[in-house]
């Protein structure tokens, strides 16, 4: 299926983003979750090779148990995945890549990830990134990747709390608020290495 975008505008950042999710409520997946991407200016017209991502996920309790990932392809499969974490007041990332519906192994590819602002609060926990080599891939020679300028992209989700919180593909519309002309002096206020 394929999902228009919600345009909005992060308070505090100024970002703009495009974003796909699903509603806190929804039966799908306790708390929802939501995914946001703002593009380099010319983003749509060419493969963009980074993006600023929004990510918001539910915690169940400020103890954070849990985590939440996004496929960067749609299928767990074959794509380049990031999973997140909250712990006390950070928030945590990783780059994996899974060849079968097994646990997923570390990234070996180029992909950079710089924290641009992180909240933790007793239900959620959202991180504003720049994500560089995000969307082309590179597993020891098995490639792949998103190509912006269709307009389209194939986003998976997963949600993960003490049980399965849910897990699900979109296929997430562009529209001409994903590209903005913005997005470099957004890009620079990424500085914040977490590992
Ligand atoms: C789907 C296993 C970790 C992303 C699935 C499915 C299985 C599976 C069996 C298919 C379920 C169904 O169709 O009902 C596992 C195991 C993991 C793991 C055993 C680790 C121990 C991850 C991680 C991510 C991820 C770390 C992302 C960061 C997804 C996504 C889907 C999915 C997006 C839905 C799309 C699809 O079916 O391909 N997983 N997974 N998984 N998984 Fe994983």
Avoid at 16 to 22: D, P, Y
Avoid at 75 to 88: E, I, R, V
Wanted: proline residues 4%; hydrophobic residues 35%; glycine residues 12%.
């Amino acid at each position: 299926q394929s999902s228009p975008p919600e345009t909005f505008t992060d308070a505090g950042t100024g970002i703009v983003f495009n974003s796909w999710g699903i509603p806190n409520g929804d039966a799908q997946t306790q708390g929802g979750m939501k995914f946001g991407v703002a593009l380099p200016s010319n983003g749509l017209t060419l493969d963009a090779h980074e993006f600023i991502g929004y990510l918001q996920c539910f915690s169940k309790d400020a103890t954070n148990t849990g985590w939440c990932g996004i496929s960067l392809g749609g299928p767990m499969t074959n794509s380049l995945l990031l999973t997140a974490w909250p712990n006390k007041d950070t928030i945590y990332t990783s780059f994996r890549y899974a060849t079968g519906y097994a646990m997923p192994d570390v990234y070996t590819g180029n992909a950079k990830l710089t924290q641009i602002k992180s909240t933790i609060n007793a239900t959620h926990y959202t991180l504003v990134f720049r994500c560089q080599n995000c969307l082309q891939w590179n597993q020891g020679g098995q490639t792949g990747g998103a190509a912006t300028s269709s307009g389209f992209i194939l986003l998976g989700w997963i949600e993960i709390g003490q049980h399965d919180n849910g897990m699900g593909i979109f296929g997430a519309v562009l529209d001409t608020n994903a590209a903005n002309p913005s997005y470099t002096a957004w890009a620079a206020k990424a500085t914040t290495t977490v590992t």
